[in-house]
């Protein structure tokens, strides 16, 4: 028996260069108990979400958090007796931070034997980011940031791994950020990217061999020196050795004295690898060599619609509704062999800022006419072994406010990221088949309130 899912009602890349490094960090930095300096201090991250509390024993075990994205393995011996931990996810405040933080509570608790911390990423959270350099890092009580524990990357299962000695306000930082001003673009548009570093000096690597003692080193997030800048790239073009004869992309100028990057987008919508990366490589001086670090940048129009890589942009029509706190949206075009393509968006209590597609709040769903037959519609939410999960979609709403028209608002955005059009399972909940969409939209116009 087949469980079958074809999509029928209702998405992000990232590329990064270089390689996992594993090895004891016998040079460089080392830990330091006896000298614990503050660091850059940064505001406490507010909370996200509702904490959870999880006991941990003698035995050992692993413990999760609901969503799946903390887990953490306890040895044995860890803890002498039974013992509550209360963790809350938290705003990511730390110089260079990647994805969410945590305050893990009581402050006072150490561990006997390291916890090993998995966090499981999305995509866009290492964007900007040196995954080959990347480490655990507290929070201390003048605010101040200091690395505690390197921690490694493993690509194929989008899971960080570090450890844990104490509970405190903790979050994941990497060596270098490349960080835009923002992350989209209009058309002619200029765009300036800084590349900051939180620790001037080798990184430590992460291995089971290396020490578990804290490294105690500070964070002091400063720009790059610019004899380390060593180029830059734009979708794979380089831009560092003269301009390439195809602009199409747009152009860039490398800043080598402030480490910065300004890029220009090109005068038309590019019609493929939408958003461009844009890369700068970085001599590190240490064992990571050097380093190359992407970040994405979306260029668009005023309004377009590409499902699968087909261009719908013919007589293309948008419009919306905001009723309910509910955002609808719905963009319709037409391809060059005059097939029709549709995307419906909703999104649930909408403000600027980006959200991910999950089973309630926010949902996208497409129809694409010039598509193969059952795969023909894709959507935000599917059926996996009788549970309902989301596909890896955003959207991303840039202006949401008034406008000159009275009854209506104007609202810019763009939606990104990958619907699922079918997906079918043996009655063992094996995966025969799971067939997923790429789309892009943009969208700026005005909705009914």
């Given amino acids: 028996m087949k469980r079958i899912y074809q999509a029928g009602s209702i998405l992000t890349t990232l590329l990064l260069a270089g390689l996992l490094a594993c090895q004891p960090h016998d040079k460089g930095i080392v830990p330091n108990p006896e000298n614990p300096a503050t660091g850059t201090p940064t505001p406490v991250g507010k909370p996200i979400g509702t904490a959870f509390t999880v006991t941990i024993s003698p035995a050992g075990g692993v413990v999760a958090s609901p969503d799946g994205k903390l887990s953490l393995t306890v040895p044995a011996g860890a803890v002498s007796k039974a013992t509550q931990l209360t963790i809350q996810p938290v705003e990511n405040t730390a110089p260079n931070g990647v994805g969410l933080g945590y305050h893990i509570s009581p402050d006072t608790l150490s561990f006997a034997q390291p916890l090993t911390v998995d966090y499981r990423y999305q995509d866009n959270e290492l964007t900007g980011h040196s995954a080959e350099a990347i480490g655990l890092a507290f929070q201390n009580k003048d605010?101040?940031?200091?690395?505690?524990?390197?921690?490694?990357?493993?690509?194929?299962?989008?899971?960080?791994?570090?450890?844990?000695?104490?509970?405190?306000?903790?979050?994941?930082?990497?060596?270098?950020?490349?960080?835009?001003?923002?992350?989209?673009?209009?058309?002619?548009?200029?765009?300036?990217?800084?590349?900051?570093?939180?620790?001037?000096?080798?990184?430590?690597?992460?291995?089971?061999?290396?020490?578990?003692?804290?490294?105690?080193?500070?964070?002091?997030?400063?720009?790059?020196?610019?004899?380390?800048?060593?180029?830059?790239?734009?979708?794979?073009?380089?831009?560092?050795?003269?301009?390439?004869?195809?602009?199409?992309?747009?152009?860039?100028?490398?800043?080598?004295?402030?480490?910065?990057?300004?890029?220009?987008?090109?005068?038309?919508?590019?019609?493929?690898?939408?958003?461009?990366?844009?890369?700068?490589?970085?001599?590190?001086?240490?064992?990571?060599?050097?380093?190359?670090?992407?970040?994405?940048?979306?260029?668009?129009?005023?309004?377009?619609?590409?499902?699968?890589?087909?261009?719908?942009?013919?007589?293309?029509?948008?419009?919306?509704?905001?009723?309910?706190?509910?955002?609808?949206?719905?963009?319709?075009?037409?391809?060059?062999?005059?097939?029709?393509?549709?995307?419906?968006?909703?999104?649930?209590?909408?403000?600027?800022?980006?959200?991910?597609?999950?089973?309630?709040?926010?949902?996208?769903?497409?129809?694409?006419e010039a598509a193969k037959k059952l795969e023909e519609t894709g959507e935000s939410v599917y059926s996996a072994c009788s549970k309902d999960k989301a596909a890896e979609c955003s959207v991303f709403l840039t202006k949401l406010g008034p406008s000159a028209t009275t009854g209506y608002l104007r609202v810019e955005g763009r939606v990104a990221g990958t619907l699922v059009t079918r997906h079918e399972e043996d009655n063992t909940c094996g995966v025969i088949k799971h067939i997923t969409t790429q789309v892009h939209a943009d969208f700026s116009l005005l909705v009914k309130r």
């Fill in 143 to 368: 605010n101040g940031w200091q690395l505690a524990q390197p921690a490694i990357v493993d690509k194929t299962q989008r899971r960080i791994r570090t450890r844990l000695k104490k509970a405190r306000w903790w979050s994941l930082v990497t060596q270098y950020q490349l960080t835009p001003d923002i992350d989209t673009a209009m058309v002619n548009e200029v765009r300036n990217l800084q590349l900051m570093r939180a620790i001037n000096g080798e990184w430590p690597t992460y291995s089971t061999t290396s020490s578990k003692d804290d490294l105690l080193t500070p964070l002091v997030r400063s720009a790059v020196a610019n004899q380390d800048v060593r180029g830059a790239y734009l979708n794979g073009q380089d831009w560092g050795h003269g301009e390439p004869a195809d602009q199409s992309w747009g152009s860039l100028t490398i800043d080598y004295h402030d480490a910065k990057i300004l890029y220009l987008a090109p005068g038309k919508k590019p019609k493929t690898n939408n958003p461009v990366k844009i890369g700068i490589a970085v001599s590190t001086g240490g064992a990571n060599g050097l380093l190359v670090l992407f970040s994405d940048m979306y260029v668009k129009g005023d309004i377009s619609l590409t499902l699968d890589g087909r261009d719908f942009g013919t007589n293309i029509l948008a419009q919306g509704a905001l009723a309910n706190n509910i955002l609808s949206l719905a963009i319709h075009g037409v391809d060059s062999t005059g097939k029709n393509g549709t995307m419906v968006v909703f999104v649930n209590d909408p403000r600027v800022g980006s959200f991910k597609c999950d089973l309630d709040k926010t949902s996208v769903s497409t129809t694409n």
